[in-house]
Each structure stands twice: as C-alpha cells, then as structure tokens.
C-alpha cells in the first residue's frame, strides 16, 4: 500500500538500480530490490503488436544496439521507434548505458561500462512476475511504480497505452488504492482521463516539467493523489525564498492532500549542492518533501537511516 503518513519517505528505485546497471534491464531491477526501496520504476511504451515494453523513451537508439541490427528500419527523421518493432524483434536486441547521440559516448561515463552490451529489453509483464516472485520469496512487499509515457504519440498511431496498461496491472492485482502501486504519467488530460474515464482507483501521480505546475495544485488534486516534480524545478522554487516561504508549497500540497515525490537524485550529478547529501537535506529537511526518485536508492535507504 502506498505509504501515506507525513513521517515517512518514499524511495522509488528510478528505472531501477540505474547508477549501477544499465537502465530499465531486469538485472538492474533486482539489483534495486535487492536494495529495498519502497518502489521500482517502469517506464511504458508499446511495441508495435501492443505489449508494453520498459523502457524509457519512445526511441530505441540511445539504449539499444538496433542501428546495427536494423539498419533500415529508421524514420525519415533519423530514430528508431520502439512501436515500430515486434516484442520478438525487440527482444533481439542488445541493451547498453545510455548514451549522447551527438557524442556516441555514454551519459554517465563513470557508470557501467559501455562496451558490455549484455543486456536485453523486457515487457511490463515479466518485470512484475520478477518483483512479485522476489516479494514472495524474500519477504518483502516491494511495490511498482510504473509511467505511461507519450500517450499523445501512442494515441496518434490509433493505440490506448493507458488502457492497455491498466489491463496488465489489473491482471496483476492492482486495480486500487492500497493496492502497492502507483501510477504516473506528465500528460495532464491523459491523467485525469485515467482517473475519470478508465475509472482507475490506483494511486496517480501527476508529473510536473514547469514550475508554473505548483500553480495548478488545486486542478490535479482533482484526480492524484501526489505530483511529481523535478530537484531542478523545487530548487528554483526555492531561490530566494525564506525557510517558511520554502515549505508553503509542501504546505498547499499537504493542505490538498498531495504528496511530492521529487526526481531525479544522483549521487554523480547535484547541481547547485557540494556534496550529494547536501542536496537530500534541502529536499527532505529543509523542504520535506515525501520521497525521490533516485538512481542510487542503496545510497539514499542509507541517508534515511542516519
């Protein structure tokens, strides 16, 4: 069951153990269950027969080895789309570090070596058989946090990720609020259509980009139940401001009974903070904020037992 009393901090494994293993692969996902987080990410889109696949984007090319294994298979703008490729082509490919596209070279070049594409891309399916499986047999009651992603794009070549989504989970037992899931997605209309279209009890997460999105609290406490913005986006909230003109965003949340789960906390990159705690005590002290993803939930479980 989603946690909800104010004392205590959701640790959402971000695309899984990320700062260790290469993003959205299922050896990175136990490697983050292994951590005991209170959450793993998926990340959603559809192949082209309509499984959802765990990946980040609704590109292939910045993850995946495809250029080398379908060549021709590139868009007249240049990418490689994942809904352009069956589950069982997908399933053929390699999966590595992130990587620039104008550099060729990795993201994060401290992480995970680049040369050792060992990896291979999986549907939302098997990633909850692992969680549910390892939830069963260690014990622990590890919940998903899964992100329908570009459902605008989806929906522009005829197809309802959302709806096929919530079919996956439902068949997985969550269907309601206690159930241990929460669902989140930045497309505003597309959240709100989950909630009172597709008649969803789960827990939502409205995902923000602007910080003109702490303006709209009122409007998403309409159908979430948390919103989600990034460290960047909190930081210039912050700027400027008092300690009590901090929290008075955490306040009108906690007023309209929404959590803030914040993105994305990497011990290798904490712009405008010293030190990696440094900027976990301005997000959970000093504005006390509910939880974080984080690449390196080992790192911030640690944090919090301090």
Do not use: W
Not at 114 to 143: A, D, V
Not at 191 to 210: C, D, K, N, V, Y
């Amino acid at each position: 069951m989603p946690k909800d009393k104010s004392a205590e901090k959701i640790v959402i494994a971000h695309r899984g153990a990320s700062g260790y293993l290469p993003e959205h692969t299922m050896e990175s996902k136990a490697m983050a269950f292994a951590m005991g987080p209170d959450y793993i990410e998926q990340d959603l889109v559809l192949s082209k027969d309509d499984v959802p696949i765990v990946i980040h984007d609704i590109y292939l090319e910045e993850v995946t080895d495809v250029k080398n294994r379908f060549p021709e298979r590139k868009r007249p703008d240049g990418r490689y789309y994942v809904i352009d490729f069956t589950l069982d082509e997908l399933k053929t490919l390699y999966v590595y570090e992130r990587i620039d596209l104008n550099t060729q070279k990795a993201v994060f070049p401290d992480r995970y070596p680049l040369e050792e594409p060992k990896f291979r891309l999986h549907t939302l399916s098997e990633e909850i058989s692992m969680i549910q499986g390892l939830n069963k047999s260690t014990g622990k009651n590890i919940g998903i946090y899964p992100e329908i992603k570009n459902p605008g794009f989806h929906n522009e070549h005829g197809k309802d990720i959302s709806s096929i989504v919530l079919k996956v989970l439902d068949s997985f037992g969550y269907s309601k609020r206690s159930d241990n899931c929460i669902l989140q997605c930045f497309d505003a209309v597309e959240l709100r259509r989950i909630r009172e279209e597709l008649h969803t009890q789960l827990f939502l997460t409205q995902l923000i980009e602007l910080p003109e999105g702490f303006e709209n609290l009122e409007t998403y406490s309409s159908y979430a139940n948390a919103i989600g913005p990034s460290i960047e986006q909190l930081i210039l909230y912050a700027h400027g401001k008092s300690d009590s003109e901090k929290k008075s965003l955490i306040q009108r949340s906690r007023d309209l009974n929404l959590k803030i789960h914040a993105y994305t906390f990497r011990k290798d990159e904490h712009p405008n903070f010293e030190t990696f705690e440094n900027l976990l005590n301005f997000a959970f002290k000093d504005l006390e904020i509910d939880g974080g993803f984080t690449d390196f939930p080992d790192v911030v479980q640690e944090y919090f037992k301090k």
